[in-house]
């Protein structure tokens, strides 16, 4: 007997269920893991008799929302792409409101464990039935007893080895073209908004993009077109007031329930946007997601970030667009922005806090450069070239960074001679987003592997 099959044995005999005792069902979290690491297989049949494959688990969703997004299945041969929501029993589905909450209408299977006496009707809010898969109490005890990933936010794909085959040399080659691609494509959507609305309405609602960060981008572009840079220079005295309350974080008791310097600032806020609303006030409220947000992420901070670098525009639009560029001084420009309320508060309703908090971090600028100012600069500006961009380096990976390290080299410390550089960041995304989001096959169909095979610098 193989040794791992003596590990099976061991985990079927001794950690099953037995005598009718039922384990414990674990938190939601750790089931998620299981689910995301394959724990219970691929194949399933839904609560009506249809066969399920999940054809590709799709990514984590850190934020509000169902659970896993780009989800690829097969349902009695029929393909569906969107999201996933697994949760421990089937109540919870209507107990967690998911069938009113518009966020959910995309979710194309729900996975639930331990079969309840009653049955639940899984719809979405347009009262759309989703198929439902129940994981029995069998397979639900062996995948507990079988070792997994915990926390796994990606899969290896078919890329890792090629990849690992190929000289430095020919990544290095791969990465810019990649990278050039992508500035590009960033160049065009920026011109297409210039030449509708100016270069300087296209240069705030890329910021605006930027500061909204992966939960608030769309509301923060939103508010950036409803609350013009136009319209705000109009009212250079009220452009936070505006910009407030056309984002909707505004009431006119607010003010009454806070304390001190919170107070007062509140009640000027109120008193200036009472003048201006009805050149901005709009019927239709912004969607953004208030929940799931670090402190500095929060959309009060990021609409007051906005505010602030609008009322310096003048100084930022001359170190943003100089030529030739320098990203040393555009951040050394959004560090020294401050504000005697915003450098101590994360909301417009928390305490202070005891030491101060930067407005536009370097994090930031570097995203706001390698999304938006370099890649301009890249085409108009004949002394930046990608050389000197591929100087520009980052220490921060966010999630979805270390999600495409796994999927293409297998790991992040595999894929560590290519993180640092901000160059290689906004390639390997754009390689992900060309391919690894396209692809509803889990790697199987993807051409990109055999592409690499042949890639020489």
Known sequence: MRYSQLIDDVWN??????????????????????WYAGGFGRDFTTTEGKVVRVVQFGEWNRGAGPDFQHVAVEIDGEHFHGSLELDPYAADWENHQHATNPNYRNVILHVSFRKESGEHFIRNDEHRMIPQVVIDEHALSTALNHPRREGAIAQPGRCVAPLRAMTALDIESLLE????????????????????????????????????????????????????????????????????????????????????????????LWTDWWKHRSGFESTRAIPWKMHGQRPANHPHRRVATLSILAQHWSGFRKVALARPFSAKKIVDFLAALTHPFWNFHHTLGSKPTPKAIALFGKTQALELIANHLAPIALQEDALFSYEKFAKLRSSTRNEKLRRVAIRLFGSELLAEPWLGSLVHQQALLQIYHDFCLEDVSDCAQCPFPEQLAQWHS
């Open 13 to 34: 005999t001794t950690l099953m269920v037995s005598d009718g005792v039922v384990p414990e069902m674990p938190a939601e979290l750790e089931l998620q893991a299981i």
């Open 177 to 268: 073209e990649a990278c050039r691609h992508r500035a590009a494509l960033k160049v065009k959507r920026f011109s297409s908004t210039a030449e509708v609305h100016g270069r300087d309405a296209a240069l705030f609602q890329a910021v605006a993009q930027t500061l909204g960060y992966r939960g608030n981008s769309l509301p923060m572009q939103l508010l950036a077109q409803r609350a013009s840079l136009k319209s705000l220079r109009e009212i250079p005295d009220a452009i936070e007031a505006a910009l407030f309350g056309t984002a909707g974080f505004l009431s006119p008791d607010m003010h009454e329930k806070a304390e001190g310097a919170t107070r007062d600032y509140l009640s000027d």
